[in-house]
């Protein structure tokens, strides 16, 4: 793995086959009462310019239960090339913390911080991609069907930075993915380039779709998201019309495998995306996706901050 994880594609295959198996080691730890005080000491810096709930909580937590500790820093503090620049940021974080965790908007400024720190750099979601999700949801996924190789996923909705990890991920792990969005609401171009040329690799299939109903026929997974992304409440009037028809309802259930499961990152918009029904029926798993949140991500933190030196602060005369 790199030293930093902007994206799964800075996991190898095999790093996310391994990262996997050790995830359900330490839930399973975790569950048993056994504590690893693995980080014992670190700090985690959490940097983040839009809200959360689940990111936020599963990050503090899990660096407590490694045995270190957390600092959470609003945009209202540190205003990223605002009050001062993204590299100086870094230059100051390095000095205290050992891994950042970055929740922003354009994703070249989580590139940015990440090129300019010695510490690693997680990525706690870009307008681009979010990879702490996706590879919370292959835990997920592989815990509930023991399988993810030809696991047969349908995304319907919005193709953005969920819709983007989802298409590195399943290339990445051979399996099917078809998305499933409005005209004009593509995942993005570059993302699918690169998803497409993995998938030869593997194996994958990877299919953009326009009907919500081929993604869903025969999924063994239904996935869906807000239809208006954080940082594009502009758009939302539009975007409601514009997402009409690609709801996961009682209907669109009916027409994948019986036991589907269904998934969202959360939060919800209920009765748009997602319908009540569906959010709290029998196929929904989407309580257990925000608990994995927590085990997955301890074994990034495990990963990128364990064992690793903090630059030596200077010492004075
Ligand atoms: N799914 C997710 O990342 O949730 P938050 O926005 O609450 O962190
Ligand atoms: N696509 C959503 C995900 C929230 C976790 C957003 O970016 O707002």
């Not at 593997?202 to 063994?220: F, L, Q, V, Y």
């Not at 009540?276 to 933190?301: C, M, T, Y």
């Amino acid at each position: 793995m790199t030293k930093h994880f902007l994206t799964l594609a800075d996991m190898s295959p095999a790093d996310l086959g391994r990262h996997l198996k050790r995830a359900i080691k330490l839930k399973a730890d975790t569950l048993a009462g056994k504590r690893n005080k693995s980080l014992e000491g670190k700090i985690l810096g959490l940097v983040f310019e839009k809200p959360s709930l689940r990111t936020r909580v599963t990050f503090e937590v899990g660096m407590r239960q490694l045995g270190g500790d957390s600092i959470y820093l609003s945009a209202q503090e540190v205003q990223l090339g605002v009050r001062e620049s993204v590299a100086d940021v870094a230059r100051n974080l390095e000095r205290w913390v050992d891994g950042i965790v970055l929740r922003t908007f354009r994703h070249e400024v989580a590139e940015e911080l990440a090129r300019n720190s010695s510490i690693p750099v997680i990525n706690g979601l870009t307008d681009l991609v979010h990879p702490c999700q996706v590879f919370s949801d292959m835990l997920t996924v592989l815990e509930k069907r023991g399988r993810l190789k030809g696991v047969r996923v349908g995304y319907v909705g919005d193709g953005n930075n969920l819709a983007n990890s989802w298409l590195l991920g399943a290339a990445m792990l051979g399996m099917e993915l078809t998305v499933a969005c409005p005209k004009g609401y593509e995942p993005d171009r570059s993302v699918l380039r690169d998803a497409k040329k993995r998938a030869k690799e593997t194996g994958a299939k990877i299919t953009i779709a326009h009907s919500p109903e081929k993604a869903a026929r025969n999924a063994d997974v239904l996935y869906t998201d807000v239809w208006t992304s954080m940082g594009k409440e502009k758009e939302g009037a539009r975007r409601r019309v514009a997402f009409k028809g690609f709801q996961v309802n009682g209907a669109l259930v009916a027409a994948a495998k019986k036991d589907v499961l269904v998934m969202h990152c959360l939060p919800a918009h209920r009765g748009e995306e997602i319908t009540d029904e569906v959010l709290d029926g029998p196929n929904s798993i989407v309580f257990d996706q925000a608990e994995n949140r927590l085990h997955a991500q301890k074994v990034l933190l495990e990963a990128l901050l364990g064992g690793r030196k903090k630059k030596k602060a200077t010492r004075g005369k």
